[in-house]
């Protein structure tokens, strides 16, 4: 059994996990600093990678006590090297790397964005299932919306050494899917981040109540773009001034800190729910049509969906029902396993490992690490 301790400090979580076999979560340890962002509205770098620094010696620890081993017993350290934030990578990689040589043990640097791919693979692989390739892979985040075409690469020995390779077919143009979530959430005072709050609000109001036009690009099919409906939820304010009064009302809630989706919907008039079906409606509209025009237009069997936003149930569910209206079938990680843990990133490590990929000291943070090759007609 090979035991590698995965280690996660990309953006505003400081995660270490150890995954046996790239399949098997001995422990998953996160810690996140929502709290500390949240009167920001969104990550502070600064204030991220000074909180990564506190954090980091003890979430490892934890993980490692967690697994029932001691830091000895690790066969390979595996560290994001980005794509992230330069200083908070920074941190994960620098202690990754001590970890690893201190121990004599292999080093290895895994994509944060395949780490977010080996999240739906672990979850399929607990469910008993394994996704068949090629496949197409979407990447929905606070920070990514990031659609890439995977396929099996040479014969992975068991599932969690199965080699992958991606090609990036399409991406956002402007803002992440998640990001859009939790501008509208400010606006709306929703509080931060705003996509579980969106998410259990939308179920009460009426999806069709709001018309948001279609986004027009020229260009690849697969591209997103929503800072128009962002605009548009903008401009359906201003015309809506006698929304002003429920908003500061929220506010005021929020800066009490209760934050509760009950709290919050009983500060909410019907028009304001609608308003919010209709903005998740639209979004989730978006990322499923073109997910899965390029998955028919790419012969795929299935279609992955990871990253924070895949935890949202609108989503999951138009996705199930698509996927499988198209013979299909799509797959998504667990709720922990969809926002940002550094499982992920051991078993993305694994095949790595697997693969005789090795890291040293020269290792580096790249804050734009690209996954995979550009499609070249996209
Ligand atoms: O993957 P993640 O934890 O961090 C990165 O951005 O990398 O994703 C966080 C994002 C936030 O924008 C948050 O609003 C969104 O995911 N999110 C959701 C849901 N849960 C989290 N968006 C929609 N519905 C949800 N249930
Ligand atoms: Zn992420």
């Given at each position: 059994?090979?035991?590698i301790?995965?280690?996660?400090?990309?953006?505003?979580?400081?995660a270490?996990?150890?995954?046996?076999?790239?399949?098997?979560?001995?422990?998953?340890?996160?810690?996140?600093?929502?709290?500390?962002?949240?009167?920001?509205?969104?990550?502070?770098?600064?204030?991220?990678?000074?909180?990564?620094?506190?954090?980091i010696?003890?979430?490892?620890?934890?993980?490692v006590?967690?697994?029932?081993?001691?830091?000895?017993?690790?066969?390979a350290?595996?560290?994001?090297?980005?794509?992230g934030?330069?200083?908070?990578?920074?941190?994960?990689?620098t202690?990754?790397?001590?970890?690893?040589?201190?121990?004599?043990?292999?080093?290895?640097?895994?994509?944060?964005?395949?780490?977010h791919?080996?999240?739906?693979?672990?979850?399929?692989?607990?469910?008993?299932?394994?996704?068949?390739?090629p496949?197409?892979?979407?990447?929905?985040?606070?920070?990514?919306?990031?659609?890439?075409?995977?396929?099996?690469?040479?014969?992975?020995t068991?599932n969690?050494?199965?080699?992958?390779?991606?090609?990036?077919?399409?991406?956002?143009?402007?803002?992440?899917?998640?990001?859009?979530?939790?501008?509208?959430?400010?606006?709306?005072?929703?509080?931060?981040?705003?996509?579980?709050?969106?998410?259990?609000?939308a179920?009460?109001?009426?999806?069709?109540?709001?018309?948001?036009g279609e986004p027009?690009?020229?260009?690849?099919?697969?591209?997103f773009?929503?800072?128009?409906?962002?605009?548009?939820?903008?401009?359906?304010?201003?015309?809506h001034?006698?929304?002003?009064?429920?908003?500061?009302?929220?506010?005021?809630?929020?800066a009490?800190?209760?934050?509760?989706?009950?709290?919050?919907?009983?500060?909410?008039?019907?028009?304001t729910l609608?308003?919010?079906?209709?903005?998740?409606?639209?979004?989730?509209?978006?990322?499923v049509?073109?997910?899965?025009?390029?998955?028919?237009?790419?012969?795929?069997?299935?279609?992955?969906?990871?990253?924070g936003?895949?935890?949202?149930?609108e989503?999951?569910?138009?996705?199930?029902?698509?996927?499988a209206?198209r013979?299909?079938e799509?797959?998504?990680?667990?709720?922990?396993?969809?926002t940002?843990?550094?499982?992920?990133?051991?078993?993305?490590?694994?095949?790595?490992?697997?693969?005789?990929?090795?890291?040293?000291?020269?290792?580096?943070?790249?804050?734009?690490?690209?996954?995979g090759?550009a499609?070249r007609?996209a």
């Amino acid at each position: 059994m090979t035991r590698i301790l995965g280690i996660e400090s990309s953006c505003d979580e400081t995660a270490a996990a150890i995954v046996a076999d790239g399949v098997e979560i001995l422990s998953s340890v996160v810690a996140s600093q929502v709290e500390i962002h949240r009167k920001y509205g969104g990550v502070v770098p600064e204030l991220a990678s000074r909180e990564h620094l506190r954090q980091i010696v003890p979430v490892v620890r934890e993980a490692v006590a967690q697994a029932g081993m001691a830091l000895e017993d690790v066969d390979a350290v595996g560290v994001t090297q980005g794509p992230g934030l330069v200083g908070s990578l920074l941190v994960g990689l620098t202690y990754g790397k001590v970890v690893a040589l201190a121990l004599g043990k292999p080093l290895i640097a895994v994509n944060h964005l395949e780490g977010h791919v080996h999240a739906v693979l672990l979850e399929a692989h607990i469910a008993g299932r394994t996704p068949k390739l090629p496949g197409v892979c979407l990447i929905v985040s606070g920070g990514h919306t990031l659609l890439y075409r995977v396929e099996a690469r040479g014969a992975g020995t068991s599932n969690g050494a199965r080699q992958f390779s991606y090609v990036r077919i399409g991406g956002t143009r402007d803002d992440a899917a998640g990001e859009a979530y939790d501008k509208v959430a400010r606006m709306l005072a929703l509080g931060y981040p705003g996509g579980p709050v969106i998410d259990k609000l939308a179920v009460h109001g009426n999806a069709l109540a709001v018309r948001f036009g279609e986004p027009k690009m020229k260009g690849n099919l697969y591209d997103f773009s929503f800072s128009g409906i962002k605009t548009a939820v903008l401009y359906y304010l201003r015309k809506h001034p006698e929304l002003q009064a429920e908003i500061d009302a929220r506010d005021e809630v929020l800066a009490s800190g209760e934050r509760s989706a009950d709290a919050l919907r009983g500060l909410s008039s019907q028009t304001t729910l609608d308003l919010v079906a209709s903005f998740q409606h639209a979004v989730v509209g978006n990322l499923v049509a073109r997910t899965l025009a390029a998955a028919e237009n790419f012969n795929t069997e299935s279609v992955l969906v990871s990253g924070g936003v895949a935890a949202n149930r609108e989503l999951r569910a138009r996705f199930e029902l698509e996927s499988a209206k198209r013979g299909l079938e799509a797959f998504f990680p667990s709720r922990a396993l969809s926002t940002d843990n550094a499982a992920m990133i051991a078993a993305a490590a694994y095949s790595k490992f697997v693969a005789g990929e090795r890291a040293d000291a020269s290792l580096n943070a790249t804050p734009n690490f690209p996954l995979g090759a550009a499609a070249r007609d996209a």
